[in-house]
């Protein structure tokens, strides 16, 4: 667990998997999807159903709740592009509009990042995102992420093509910033 006043970062524990089901699930077209690589389908689910592979969660290393105030407002997440070489990407979705536009993000993924190069041999830590969610270019840029790739026009959404982008931030120079 990671703490910046009333923010925290934590591992997913069994009281969050109505709220997470809330917040993920229970509508077929959610605000926050708009955002999060539209491009992709999202379906809604019953509780019932979410409830049988969410558990799978529970105390997941890779997959965290982002709590304000006590209340879960999102997830951090990472993934590996490739292990053998600790190619990891890292991911955030803060679901309701009310949390955005605020530095929460900013402040979770600088906790999230902290903690995996604490934890891990990593080299680099990354995200993908695409050129619509400029919201999300501009988390990278504020953690001290540099574009890496800009693949153009590879995602389609709403009748518009758009830019597939990587951010990403060495080890040294996270330290740098960080010392």
């Keep these: 667990?990671?703490?910046?006043?009333?923010?925290?970062?934590?591992?997913?524990?069994?009281?969050?998997?109505?709220?997470l089901w809330e917040l993920?699930?229970?509508?077929e077209q959610p605000e926050w999807k708009k955002w999060d690589a539209p491009y992709y389908p999202h379906k809604a689910k019953p509780y019932e159903n979410f409830i049988q592979t969410g558990r799978e969660w529970i105390g997941d290393d890779s997959f965290w709740v982002i709590e304000v105030a006590g209340?879960?407002?999102?997830?951090?997440?990472?993934?590996?592009?490739h292990k053998p070489s600790k190619w990891l990407e890292i991911g955030i979705v803060l679901h309701e509009a009310g949390s955005w536009?605020?530095?929460?993000?900013?402040?979770?993924?600088?906790?999230?990042?902290?903690?995996?190069?604490e934890s891990m041999p990593l080299v680099r830590v990354g995200f993908t995102t695409w050129s619509g969610n400029e919201r999300m270019m501009r988390v990278g840029e504020k953690l001290g992420m540099q574009m890496e790739a800009r693949i153009r026009k590879v995602r389609y959404y709403d009748g518009h093509y758009y830019d597939s982008i990587r951010m990403g931030i060495l080890r040294e120079e996270w330290e740098a910033l960080h010392q």
Excluded at 12 to 18: S, Y
Excluded at 71 to 81: C, D, K, L, N, P
Excluded at 101 to 117: C, D, N, S, V
């Design 24 to 27: 993920i699930y229970k509508e």
């Design 71 to 81: 209340v879960v407002r999102g997830i951090i997440t990472y993934y590996w592009e």
């Design 1 to 19: 667990m990671y703490n910046d006043q009333e923010l925290t970062i934590r591992p997913i524990n069994e009281n969050d998997m109505k709220r």
């Design 101 to 117: 536009g605020k530095g929460l993000g900013t402040r979770a993924l600088k906790l999230w990042i902290e903690h995996l190069f």
